[in-house]
């Protein structure tokens, strides 16, 4: 496509003139049609609407990924998946990391190893963006790669006269739009395909926007104005530090890993107080997290969080949440020690969905771990095929 596109676009009834990857030219079972669309995505074209979601893996030693990161990204991408997000990779700041073992996405040795990764999945024909995350208050102290470093947040938390999240300062706030920027600046520089912010999940974009972490009294507190301030700066930062044509993608949630009831919108009007400044400021495509991408998300209406977002937006959307499972997304599930299977579904009814037009792209997870080659068998209608998702699939890389 012309790579004076500005930003990404879809149009499902047109024919781009390539895709990057090969899985778009074979015969598609009907069901499933229009998952297996291209997708024009800032410079290039996917070769379908199917995602990979970002998971952590705890398995980069020293914030560093190894061979065996870049064997797992690429096995997804041969299996067929049209975009990769990477798991979470912490920008460069002292509290960004909150768990052992996850990439970073700042120093020599951590960005020549995401280099490899890129250099790999589009030796392949594949496209990826690395997932920029802060995690907040979720850090406690301890954790490394400073264990002296306590979380940052919108508000301070004092655990047994201990203050294990500092409340961050304007100098902090500044820090952190500066360091998503930078990352965002370097993601174009080694060649991936796009930048994700994480603005989800209780991480640090999140807590501002949520009023329970957020009790500031300042201009990034209060109203829901004030409290998408930071995520704003956030975006224009890095906007700002890369080309118009290089895509910004923002995954939100309502939900918290504390509180799966939680909400940063009650109404359709908030969630578009929140979204419309976001979409100003440069996102190009947001991710919607929910435990089951199919609920309605606002009484009343039997509209989905993904189709809300992008009928107040006009931006197109991911949607993600238990595709292609019978099971939803439980936290702790990736520390859980204990023996599970969640078993495949089919998605015809999410390809439903993507054909009306509620959202443009599928978000698939946990499934991708147990089967890399999940796409190719939905492809094929060959569902019943699918490795389960269980226990040992969280324990591999490299499948």
Same mark, same amino acid.
């Given at each position: ?220 507190? /209060?109203?829901?104005? $004030? #409290?998408?301030? *930071?995520? +704003? ?6 906007? =700002? !530090? ?89 936290? /702790?599930?990736?520390? $859980? #020690?204990?023996? *599970?299977? +969640? ?6 009814? =999410? !390809? ?48």
């Amino acid at each position: 496509m012309d790579t004076a596109t500005p930003a990404p676009t879809a149009n499902p009834g047109a024919t781009p003139a390539a895709s990057d990857a090969g899985i778009g030219t074979h015969s598609v079972n009907a069901a499933v049609a229009p998952l297996f669309q291209p997708f024009a995505f800032g410079r290039h074209t996917l070769a379908n609407r199917l995602v990979m979601a970002p998971m952590t893996r705890n398995k980069s030693p020293g914030g560093v990924p190894t061979d065996d990161v870049v064997a797992y990204y690429r096995r997804r991408v041969q299996g067929g998946v049209g975009l990769l997000i990477t798991e979470g990779t912490t920008i460069n700041h002292s509290a960004a990391n909150g768990y052992p073992q996850v990439p970073a996405f700042h120093g020599e040795a951590a960005l020549a190893g995401w280099k490899r990764v890129v250099d790999a999945i589009h030796a392949e024909g594949g496209r990826i963006i690395p997932q920029l995350w802060h995690v907040g208050i979720a850090r406690r102290p301890g954790v490394e790669p400073d264990p002296s470093v306590p979380g940052y947040g919108p508000s301070a938390i004092v655990t047994d006269g201990v203050e294990v999240v500092r409340a961050m300062t304007q100098a902090d706030i500044d820090a952190v739009v500066a360091a998503f920027a930078q990352a965002a600046a370097d993601a174009e520089r080694l060649g991936f395909d796009g930048a994700e912010l994480h603005g989800a999940h209780g991480y640090i974009i999140d807590d501002f926007f949520w009023e329970q972490t957020n009790q500031r009294t300042d201009a990034y507190g /209060g109203s829901l104005e $004030n #409290r998408t301030r *930071f995520a +704003v700066e956030i975006v224009r930062a890095v906007r =700002a !530090a890369v080309s118009p044509d290089f895509p910004i993608v923002f995954r939100f949630s309502q939900w918290k890993g504390i509180d799966y009831n939680a909400r940063i919108a009650q109404t359709p009007e908030e969630l578009g107080r929140i979204l419309t400044p976001l979409a100003e400021a440069g996102v190009d495509v947001f991710h919607v997290s929910t435990r089951r991408y199919w609920e309605p998300a606002f009484d009343g209406s039997p509209d989905t969080l993904a189709a809300w977002t992008k009928r107040l937006t006009g931006k197109p959307v991911i949607a993600v949440g238990s595709v292609g499972l019978d099971g939803a997304f439980k936290v /702790g599930m990736f520390a $859980n #020690r204990d023996a *599970f299977e +969640v078993k495949p579904t089919d998605v015809d009814q =999410a !390809a439903q969905a993507l054909a009306r037009g509620d959202f443009d792209l599928l978000g698939v997870g946990r499934v991708l771990l147990s089967d890399p080659d999940w796409a190719i068998k939905v492809r094929d209608g060959r569902v019943g095929e699918v490795i389960p998702f269980d226990r040992a699939a969280l324990d591999r890389l490299v499948v």
